[in-house]
């Protein structure tokens, strides 16, 4: 396989050098400063995105790229739009097909997808003439192509969709692992998960039973042992037993990352 992007000696870093460096907006452009508000780096791109494993995806001067937690960056004019790393892997955008790269620039997967969502426990959500299944991370078809809707696989269970109305999990034969179908479905993390039922969110087993009811309006997934609530248009976090952490009082609110 090819490579079009050059990767340099230095340009992978551990993700803990990009931990504290956060994208900020000024005027129409994008750069990188500190938790503290500190400039790190030069508002000079038109994206971008969190870093992810010391890498971020960036644009500038209408082409897609990535930069490392020590500036360096490496664009390519191929690329019409990429994703973020996730298990040393990036999903790219070549000639309106979607493939995949190594964090070495290495293409793996050749450019065939009509889409690609995030590697992850060695498996990407793909789809192909309209219909998503599952491929390896070397592009061989794992789970065929017949579903509306898929997420990527989490504690080796995806939710799919046959008509996106429906959804269910299945494990990593194709196989539905868990009892109940779900009018929205999320990640499991910790042998919990968020799903909508009845019109309502609320939180299940890997059994697919109710561990918090479908109560609320609005519910996110976990991230940094917090989720979003909604309840009567109001906005708060609660944590995995349920408990208010913080209070349902603001208009609008995003799950927290990295504190």
């Known amino acids: 396989m090819k490579k079009f992007l050059i990767i340099l000696n230095g340009f992978l870093f551990f993700p803990i050098f990009a931990i504290g460096l956060v994208p900020f907006k000024q005027g129409t452009q994008w750069g990188y400063s500190d938790f503290s508000g500190n400039l790190v780096y030069d508002a000079i791109y038109e994206e971008a995105h969190p870093f992810s494993e010391g ?4 644009k500038k001067n209408g082409h897609y790229g990535y930069i490392s937690a020590a500036g360096q ?3 390519s004019q191929a690329i019409e739009d990429c994703k973020d790393f996730s298990e040393n892997l990036a999903a790219v955008k070549i000639g309106q097909k979607w493939g995949v790269i190594d964090n070495t620039g290495k293409q793996i997967v050749a450019c065939l997808y ?3 969502k995030d590697c992850r426990e060695n498996l990407l959500a793909a789809c192909l003439n309209g219909k998503w299944g599952f491929i390896s991370r070397k592009g061989e078809t794992i789970i065929n192509f017949h579903y509306k809707e898929a ?3 989490s504690e080796n269970l995806a939710c799919v969709s046959e008509d996106g109305k429906k959804y269910i999990y299945i494990d990593k034969t194709g196989t539905q692992a868990v009892k109940g179908e779900f009018e929205r479905g999320g990640m499991f993390q910790n042998g919990k998960a968020v799903v909508k039922k009845d019109r309502g969110y609320g939180v299940i ?3 697919g039973k109710f ?3 479908p109560y609320y ?3 996110s997934d976990f991230s940094d042992g917090l989720a979003v609530c909604s309840i ?3 906005y708060g976090f609660i944590d995995p037993a349920g408990n208010i952490v913080i209070p349902l009082v603001y208009a609008f609110a995003q799950p927290f990352r990295n504190g």
């Open 151 to 153: 997420a990527p696989f």
């Open 232 to 234: 009567n248009l109001r």
């Open 211 to 213: 561990l918090l009811p």
């Open 55 to 58: 890498i971020a995806r960036v």
């Open 205 to 207: 087993s890997k059994e």
């Open 114 to 116: 009509d889409k690609l």
């Open 73 to 75: 960056q490496f664009f």
């Open 217 to 219: 309006a609005y519910l």
